[in-house]
């Protein structure tokens, strides 16, 4: 999967800026990034954009909502994650039947 990397920077800045709330949205066609709030919003945003890049944090909240939805082969998702204090980053995944796999992330000028 290859995103700019001044949107990497975007969805990092959402992410560090509510680091114990939920993040959940899309990256769309042209790397907008529309955050949603509801399990409402986020499944009209897939319906709206089906061939964005969803994007999440590890929040309980984002994994519930992001788990209550159908994923179709071919998604691709972006996470945000935290391991250790001072250990942040992103994961890229694309939906293979039921599993997300690990794909690389590149990051473009």
């Known amino acids: 999967m290859k995103i700019k990397r001044t949107t990497a920077n975007k ?4 992410a560090s800026s509510q680091p114990d709330s939920c993040l959940l949205g899309i990256l769309n066609a042209n790397e907008q990034l529309i955050k949603a709030h509801t399990v409402e919003e986020f499944k009209q945003l897939l319906i709206d954009h089906p061939d964005s ?23 691709q998702h972006i996470e945000v994650f ?14 293979i039947g039921k599993i997300q796999t690990p794909v690389t992330l590149e990051l473009s000028e």
Not at 11 to 14: E, S
Request: zero cysteines; hydrophobic letters at 40%.
């Open 53 to 75: 890049i969803l994007f999440f944090n590890q929040d309980p909240l984002a994994r519930e909502i992001k788990s209550s939805i159908v994923h179709v082969d071919g998604q």
């Open 11 to 14: 969805i990092m800045g959402q």
């Open 82 to 95: 935290q391991e250790t204090k001072g250990v942040f980053g992103l994961r890229a995944y694309l939906q």
